[in-house]
């Protein structure tokens, strides 16, 4: 992915993370390593949602300490705390309060198409809560109080990033007075890398997450070696030696994820890995793409747990993120509040 030079002043980058159960390599190839990269080139806030985890139910203790672990992983992922922005969503009120003015701008029918709902929800949908089916428009919220125009994310979050284009786009219809200088630009979603859907290691047609019952489904951030080394020995794989070409390996789910791993572990295209691994059987690929993968986390898990014993330093690192956060969003969100008629 390339942005012209002359472009990157005006981009301003914002994403986010749940902190719910472990980080897992999903989140860490789909989003994470795709930020440390960009926050060299752009302006960057990252936030760790836990409003957004509340939607569904959360030991408070185990709440709180995800939040700590989610923080100590993005920073040991290679985030700089100097360069980006890092902070705890709930500690930035303007969040809900501009999630609310949203609920008005949006539509049911747009909400109803949702389909990250409808996986959630399940069966039981009279059961979900309205906060996980109003989920986003509080993740709009969170990408045009800092008028981002940048979101990096998954393929998964494609759908929430087109409606909060159309919440912004609505929103510039009903309050913006000059037609030429709408209030929101557009926010673009930044789905790059060969990595923008890890699968289920258990199962090559389901994504990989935190939410998989079986532990063995994912790889965690917090893995020791030992347990990368046993996910990998028995993910699911087929009998097959790998294929010449990418559209060979499109039809093998599991094939195609392993070798989607390696390629962005290794930071080389999916073309290069299949002309590495052409004619080789899973045995051959599985050691190699075990040493990749614990190269690649180990530094990472062992960083998270050194950050992790003083905690106090990462509530720290989260209220001068927090302060930053504030600085730019309160003038927009009073902006927004004289546009729509509210009083200040
Ligand atoms: P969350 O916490 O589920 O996931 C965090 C990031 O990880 C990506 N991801 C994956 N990428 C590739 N393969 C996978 N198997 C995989 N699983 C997860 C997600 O796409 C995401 O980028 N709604 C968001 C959090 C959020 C947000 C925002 C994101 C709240 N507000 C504003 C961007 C902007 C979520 O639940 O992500």
Not at 116 to 125: I, S, W
Not at 268 to 288: A, I, M, R, W
Request: glycine content about 4%; some cysteine; proline content about 5%.
């Amino acid at each position: 992915m390339t942005i012209p030079q002359s472009k990157q002043n005006e981009k301003r980058i914002f994403s986010g993370i749940q902190p719910t159960g472990n980080l897992h390599l999903g989140n860490y190839l789909g989003a994470i390593k795709n930020w440390v990269k960009l926050q060299e080139d752009f302006s960057s806030i990252f936030s760790i949602v836990d409003l957004h985890a509340i939607t569904v139910p959360q030991e408070p203790l185990q709440l709180r300490a995800s939040i700590h672990e989610v923080t100590a992983a993005i920073i040991a992922s290679g985030i700089d705390i100097n360069k980006s922005i890092l902070f705890n969503q709930s500690s930035v009120k303007e969040h809900s309060e501009l999630a609310w003015i949203f609920n008005c701008v949006c539509r049911i029918g747009w909400l109803n198409r949702m389909t990250q709902f409808k996986e959630k929800a399940g069966k039981n949908r009279e059961n979900a809560t309205v906060g996980l089916y109003s989920y986003p428009v509080l993740m709009a919220a969170d990408i045009l109080l800092y008028k981002a125009t940048h979101v990096p994310v998954g393929d998964d979050q494609k759908q929430h990033i087109e409606l909060a284009r159309d919440i912004a786009s609505s929103f510039n219809n009903m309050f913006t007075l000059d037609n030429e200088n709408n209030f929101f630009s557009l926010p673009e979603p930044q789905i790059f890398g060969p990595a923008t859907r890890v699968m289920s290691l258990r199962d090559g047609t389901k994504k990989m997450s935190k939410s998989d019952p079986s532990d063995a489904s994912r790889i965690n951030l917090t893995d020791t070696k030992e347990e990368i080394s046993s996910k990998i020995k028995k993910a699911k794989t087929d009998p097959n030696p790998l294929p010449e070409t990418v559209d060979e390996l499109k039809k093998r789910p599991e094939a195609f994820n392993l070798l989607n791993i390696y390629s962005s572990l290794s930071n080389q295209t999916l073309d290069k890995t299949v002309e590495n691994f052409v004619g080789k059987g899973f045995s051959h690929f599985k050691p190699k793409l075990i040493e990749l993968a614990v190269e690649n986390l180990n530094p990472i898990s062992s960083e998270m747990r050194y950050l992790l014993k003083d905690t106090k330093a990462i509530d720290k690192i989260l209220k001068t993120g927090e302060i930053k956060a504030r600085q730019i969003a309160e003038p927009v969100l009073q902006d927004v509040k004289s546009l729509v008629g509210l009083i200040n």
